[in-house]
């Protein structure tokens, strides 16, 4: 739903995001498995992203990432812990950057779209270290 909206709208809503985190933190708690890294991971992810957004902005004088990503990435580590968010962002940036050769294709043929979500991308790639990790990191 997230990655859905994203493509859409380019917003990732905290309604969604907001509870996944807390979705991911309970379920460690419940399971015992890596509370506390469940814990750093959401906010390592959290703090990965809104730093980038803050340098990105002070250094450039406009948003080029906003704090859904953050959030985002904040419940990725919140389900996959903090050991998992690397595989996490080394998938996402991937396929973020397939992503773009593709969008920078159809801008040749005359489709010129610029902002590319990166939401999609961290959605699949939460996805798929959640799993096959099989447990929280």
């Known amino acids: 739903m997230l990655a859905y909206i994203d ?22 708690f419940l399971t015992g498995l890596g509370w506390a890294s469940s814990i750093l991971g959401a906010i390592l992810g959290y703090g990965l992203i809104a730093g980038l957004a803050i ?21 990725g580590g919140a389900w996959v812990g903090v050991f998992g968010l690397p595989v996490v962002l080394l998938i996402g940036s991937g396929v973020g950057i397939m992503s773009a050769l593709t969008v920078s294709q159809k801008a040749r043929s005359g489709d010129d779209q610029r902002a590319i979500p990166f939401g999609p991308s961290l959605c699949f790639a939460i996805w798929a270290v959640w799993c096959t990790s099989g447990t929280v990191f």
């Open 7 to 28: 493509l859409r709208s380019g917003l990732l809503l905290d309604v969604l995001t907001l509870p996944l985190i807390a979705g991911g933190i309970g379920v460690s």
């Open 55 to 75: 340098y990105w902005r002070r250094s450039r004088g406009y948003e080029g990432i906003g704090l859904g990503d953050a959030k985002l990435l904040a419940a």
